[in-house]
């Protein structure tokens, strides 16, 4: 039974050793996302596509916290008249990070912010220009995952909702 115990604590050991995030480091990470959440259906146009920033500080080997923010543009036509979109956002994002191994790390988490949506008439409307803004809660949460290709430089990619469905980009860790 000490043998098994101390094998254990041996294997324990080993990986906590060759985990890619570990308490204290800062890791920042740049996407794009491939299908946006804000707007969808016939007649939209991605102008922009989601890009994000993030910014993240491991509280733990498995918990990472702090901010983010992003930008996407949109619009939409039909028969000569439109409208121009713009979605700017922030607000925080956790992660819990249930593989965290040498080269490979998948996480899960949420996000909770903040979206200032704008939108401007364009096209032919008999001489009526509208623009109108709103704002609101920004809510989603994410399944990721990172493939470190050195101590440094990561490519990730997540599923999830509030930003995008479907994001891709690179994560650097500091």
Not at 1 to 15: E, G, H, K, N, V
Not at 107 to 125: C, F, H, T
Not at 130 to 157: C, H, K, M, P, T
Request: charged fraction near 10%.
């Amino acid at each position: 039974m000490r043998t098994f115990l101390i094998a254990i604590l041996a294997l324990c050991a080993f990986q906590t050793s060759n985990a890619q995030i570990e308490e204290g480091n800062i890791l920042v990470s740049l996407g794009v996302g491939l299908s946006p959440t804000f707007y969808s259906g016939n007649g939209y146009e991605s102008s922009t596509p989601p890009i994000e920033i993030a910014g993240e500080y491991a509280f733990t080997e498995d918990i990472t916290g702090g901010i983010f923010a992003g930008y996407a543009s949109a619009e939409f036509r039909n028969s000569g008249f439109g409208y121009d979109y713009t979605y700017t956002l922030f607000g925080a994002v956790g992660n819990y990070h249930f593989v965290n191994e040498e080269s490979f790390n998948v996480y899960a988490g949420a996000k909770l912010g903040y979206v200032s949506i704008s939108s401007e008439s364009v096209g032919n409307n008999n001489g009526f220009n509208f623009s109108a803004e709103a704002s609101g809660l920004l809510y989603g949460g994410q399944l990721g995952a990172r493939y470190w290709f050195s101590d440094a430089i990561a490519v990730n990619a997540e599923l999830g909702y509030g930003v995008s469905i479907f994001k891709a980009g690179v994560s650097f860790k500091f």
